[in-house]
């Protein structure tokens, strides 16, 4: 099998990436007999690649006795990929204390989203593949701009009605202007209802040294964590990392939630049939214990719809890494020309029954300009 985004959920390749996977994310036994004859660890390397959980499927592959261990040189080489991983990690950790201490001095406090704020609630922090540094500033952008702005050799990227960005050091920083937003206008409207109901901070907090950085509260995040990978698997596809987020969310904070608020609040937004099936995948093939999450998997319906999108995060790989279909996608240009936006079209009308009054909403929107 030459093409990986080929390969079936079922397929030994998949099974034994998932196996490694939920290993590494919470420490599982593996089953040995999946390692039993021949292994293709070049083909589960790639896949782990295309999936950008590298160093997490290592640490699965660290639980493995020693015969069923893969040969030194594939050892070493992913040694290597996850050394790597975890040498970004802790120069984005020291970029992030940086920025923050800098927004700080000016009498500015950034909340960060994703990111390493959600990293912190891995088994080893260090081994999720890290990202861009995204900001949010409640009380607008236009102050952290102007103060990036006398950095030395910072370069501004593009500014879009959501964030604006910019190069700094070997970090991009993202300064969000909202931190999610839907295209129905509907919907919009019970987010900031929802929003009113669920503020964003309750004192959580990313602590790196003896510096300490606001992130979202663990009942926003619950929607929000959600809403973004929903978002990308919409307009680009995901890779089970984004998946791995929600999951380890909810293992290390789910005592913290409001299971009657997160009930009411998926409610009163578009998101129970596409997050139960999300659920779905982080309790049957990640890991997770059953009814930490409170939506009901149970059933034929969300087995279909949980099946039918690990497919497609098999296929897609992480932004649609592991198809060709993407290419028309390029950084900062999302949604402001006619072949990104087909593209992105194109592969909503796959998710329609999911979701559809978003998706209704977006080619609206689109000619509007206001995506």
Same mark, same amino acid.
């Given at each position: 099998?030459?093409?990986?985004?080929?390969?079936?959920?079922?397929?030994?390749?998949?099974?034994?990436?998932?196996?490694?996977?939920?290993?590494?994310?919470?420490?599982?036994?593996?089953?040995? !007999? *999946?390692? $039993? #004859?021949? +292994?293709?660890?070049?083909?589960?390397?790639?896949? @782990?690649?295309? =999936?950008? &959980?590298?160093?997490?499927?290592?640490?699965?592959?660290?639980?493995?006795?020693?015969?069923?261990?893969?040969?030194?040189?594939?050892?070493?080489?992913?040694?290597?990929?996850?050394?790597?991983?975890?040498?970004?990690?802790? !120069? *984005?950790? $020291? #970029?992030? +204390?940086?920025?923050?201490?800098?927004?700080?001095? @000016?009498?500015? =406090?950034? &909340?960060?989203?994703?990111?390493?704020?959600?990293?912190?609630?891995?088994?080893?922090?260090?081994?999720?593949?890290?990202?861009?540094?995204?900001?949010?500033?409640?009380?607008?952008?236009?102050?952290?701009?102007?103060?990036?702005?006398?950095?030395? #050799?910072?370069?501004?990227?593009?500014?879009?009605?959501?964030?604006?960005?910019?190069?700094?050091?070997?970090?991009?920083?993202?300064?969000?202007?909202?931190?999610?937003?839907?295209?129905?206008?509907?919907?919009?409207?019970?987010?900031?209802?929802?929003?009113?109901?669920?503020?964003?901070?309750?004192?959580?907090?990313?602590?790196?040294?003896?510096?300490?950085?606001?992130?979202?509260?663990?009942?926003?995040?619950?929607?929000?964590?959600?809403?973004?990978?929903?978002?990308?698997?919409?307009?680009?596809?995901?890779?089970?990392?984004?998946?791995?987020?929600?999951?380890?969310?909810?293992?290390?904070?789910?005592?913290?939630?409001?299971?009657?608020?997160?009930?009411?609040?998926?409610?009163?937004?578009?998101?129970?049939?596409?997050?139960?099936?999300?659920?779905?995948?982080?309790?049957?093939?990640?890991?997770?214990?059953?009814?930490?999450?409170?939506?009901?998997?149970?059933?034929?319906?969300?087995?279909?719809?949980?099946?039918?999108?690990?497919?497609?995060?098999?296929?897609?790989?992480?932004?649609?890494?592991?198809?060709?279909?993407?290419?028309?996608?390029?950084?900062?240009?999302?949604?402001?020309?006619?072949?990104?936006?087909?593209?992105?079209?194109?592969?909503?009308?796959?998710?329609?029954?999911?979701?559809?009054?978003?998706?209704?909403?977006?080619?609206?929107?689109?000619?509007?300009?206001?995506?």
């Amino acid at each position: 099998m030459n093409r990986l985004s080929d390969l079936s959920i079922h397929d030994i390749t998949s099974r034994r990436f998932f196996a490694l996977l939920r290993a590494g994310l919470f420490a599982k036994p593996v089953d040995t !007999s *999946l390692f $039993e #004859g021949e +292994v293709a660890w070049e083909q589960i390397m790639r896949l @782990a690649e295309e =999936q950008t &959980v590298v160093a997490l499927v290592f640490d699965g592959i660290g639980l493995l006795p020693k015969t069923c261990a893969p040969e030194k040189s594939v050892l070493f080489r992913w040694l290597g990929k996850t050394a790597y991983i975890e040498k970004a990690n802790r !120069s *984005l950790n $020291e #970029g992030i +204390v940086e920025v923050a201490r800098r927004y700080n001095a @000016a009498g500015l =406090q950034p &909340v960060l989203l994703k990111g390493q704020g959600i990293g912190q609630y891995y088994r080893n922090p260090l081994h999720r593949n890290p990202g861009d540094i995204d900001l949010y500033f409640p009380e607008g952008i236009d102050a952290p701009n102007r103060l990036a702005a006398t950095w030395p #050799g910072v370069t501004f990227h593009e500014a879009t009605a959501h964030h604006v960005a910019f190069s700094w050091k070997d970090f991009v920083v993202e300064n969000h202007r909202s931190y999610f937003n839907f295209y129905c206008p509907s919907n919009q409207k019970h987010w900031e209802e929802v929003k009113r109901l669920v503020p964003l901070t309750d004192g959580e907090s990313l602590k790196i040294g003896d510096c300490s950085i606001p992130v979202p509260s663990p009942q926003m995040n619950a929607l929000y964590i959600f809403l973004h990978l929903w978002h990308h698997c919409q307009q680009k596809g995901i890779g089970i990392r984004h998946v791995c987020d929600w999951i380890c969310l909810w293992n290390a904070c789910g005592h913290k939630i409001d299971k009657a608020l997160f009930a009411k609040t998926v409610d009163m937004l578009p998101i129970r049939r596409p997050m139960t099936a999300i659920a779905w995948i982080g309790e049957n093939y990640l890991g997770l214990e059953k009814g930490v999450i409170p939506l009901n998997t149970a059933t034929k319906q969300a087995r279909k719809d949980g099946e039918f999108l690990l497919r497609d995060i098999l296929r897609m790989g992480n932004f649609g890494r592991a198809t060709d279909m993407m290419k028309g996608f390029k950084r900062g240009h999302h949604l402001n020309n006619l072949r990104t936006y087909m593209l992105a079209f194109r592969r909503q009308m796959t998710l329609f029954w999911l979701c559809p009054s978003e998706i209704v909403a977006y080619p609206i929107k689109w000619v509007l300009g206001r995506s």
